[in-house]
């Protein structure tokens, strides 16, 4: 079985990882940037632009390849679905117009609206940077101000966080009104990815990221710098009642999306806050979050492969899609500056035989076998545990072993942060 992964950083270092357990699956890569660990498991990679639709749509079929697995949203904005299907390529992706669940805020918030649909905030819809303006000024509370369109995870700011509302304001301005404007959910954040097929969705453990920069979630947001997930599947702070409720409105999302003639197929990512009132939607993701993909990835056990086959065949059942009751957690390290001023080159070494899973993201490695710092997160170590102080343990050793100008966030699946968690649900409730 040919097939080919569709992108560079470490959720498709995972995505190939799990996909090379079954040894009669080849894999083919195309990504941006050479990245070691999915260079070393393709069988054949072409480096370009992971949007130029026309030469992957060649190279894939130049190669043979059998399916398409997308890892990043830009090529799904760019149509590379479309062009691939109807190369004749089935893909583990949704078209251009079901990955508007991502790549256009404004479209999956009047989705919800329009479908009452569950979980859906209270939100405006801007195009006029006078009216944003007007609306911000007028509000009696905090607001979340979102840019319309995609923004690779950072791109939000939140008042009473972030910004005040001198901040907001400007901020709507930059980016010329064309805003989703929307009440601020007080809560606690987790996810929750599943496999879909158009009609069917087997979910994946839950996990919860921290997005922020450094340690005790302060400083800016990222594209993520951690997660973990539980040995139950589950976080303690999200109660079965909450769960059920997230999946109802995941199932809801799938069949609206149906109805109006845009089934979708692939992953579907779900970032809820676990509020007083219960899960409500921050957003949807149209491919696996990265670093989450790398948790639940870690933990599948059953064949990847077989779960490609059955999304494109629209037969998938939840037997599919098995799990080792083990907790993980995810530590990425960041290059010197990151996020503000990233500083690349500086080389780095790594831990020989660690006890935690290794993803490389955006690194270089040269002739000679050494790493160096790019601009964006470098690589991640996923420990796994029978419980999640074994699994941080793992992860920890692991990352405080890479010698270099590189950090990660050390308070990443300890007791103390998640007992955080647990507190402010509490109080919340």
Do not use: W
């Amino acid at each position: 079985m040919k097939i080919l992964v569709v992108g560079g950083g470490g959720r498709e270092h995972a995505i190939a990882a799990a996909l090379s357990r079954n040894t009669s699956t080849a894999i083919y890569s195309v990504m941006a940037k050479r990245n070691p660990g999915i260079d070393a498991l393709a069988k054949k990679v072409l480096l370009c632009r992971e949007t130029d639709v026309g030469t992957v749509v060649g190279f894939a079929q130049g190669s043979g390849v059998e399916y398409a697995f997308i890892g990043p949203e830009a090529p799904l904005e760019a149509g590379i679905v479309d062009a691939l299907t109807a190369a004749g390529i089935p893909c583990i992706g949704p078209t251009r117009a079901a990955a508007r669940l991502e790549t256009d805020k404004a479209f999956c918030r009047e989705m919800m609206d329009s479908n009452r649909l569950d979980g859906c905030p209270l939100y405006r819809v801007f195009h006029s940077e006078s009216d944003a303006v007007r609306f911000i000024e007028g509000y009696d509370g905090d607001l979340v101000v979102k840019p319309i369109g995609l923004t690779g995870g950072k791109g939000v700011r939140i008042m009473g966080e972030q910004v005040d509302r001198a901040g907001a304001i400007a901020y709507a301005r930059s980016l010329g009104g064309n805003v989703v404007l929307e009440e601020r959910l007080l809560g606690e954040e987790f996810t929750l990815q599943a496999f879909v097929d158009g009609k069917h969705l087997v979910p994946m453990p839950l996990v919860q990221d921290h997005k922020r920069a450094f340690e005790g979630d302060t400083g800016p947001n990222t594209g993520g710098m951690g997660s973990y997930s539980m040995p139950d599947h589950m976080l303690p702070f999200v109660s079965k009642k909450d769960y059920s409720r997230a999946l109802a409105i995941m199932q809801s999302v799938v069949a609206a999306m149906d109805r109006m003639g845009s089934p979708y197929r692939g992953i579907l990512y779900g970032q809820f806050m676990n509020t007083l009132q219960g899960p409500r939607v921050i957003e949807f993701n149209a491919r696996f979050g990265d670093p989450e993909a790398m948790n639940v990835l870690s933990l599948l056990s059953s064949d990847l492969t077989e779960i490609v086959c059955r999304i494109a065949e629209g037969a998938l059942t939840p037997s599919c899609a098995t799990f080792k009751s083990r907790a993980s957690v995810c530590k990425y390290l960041v290059p010197k500056g990151y996020p503000d001023a990233p500083h690349a080159g500086d080389p780095i070494t790594i831990p020989e035989n660690p006890r935690a899973l290794l993803y490389y993201a955006n690194v270089e490695k040269n002739s000679a076998g050494s790493l160096s710092t790019l601009t964006s997160r470098t690589l991640a170590y996923v420990g796994i545990g029978e419980t999640l102080d074994e699994a941080e343990h793992h992860a920890e050793e692991a990352a405080a072993g890479v010698k270099g100008e590189v950090r990660y966030r050390r308070d990443i699946g300890t007791p103390a942060l998640l007992e955080r968690r647990i507190t402010h649900m509490k109080e919340l409730r």
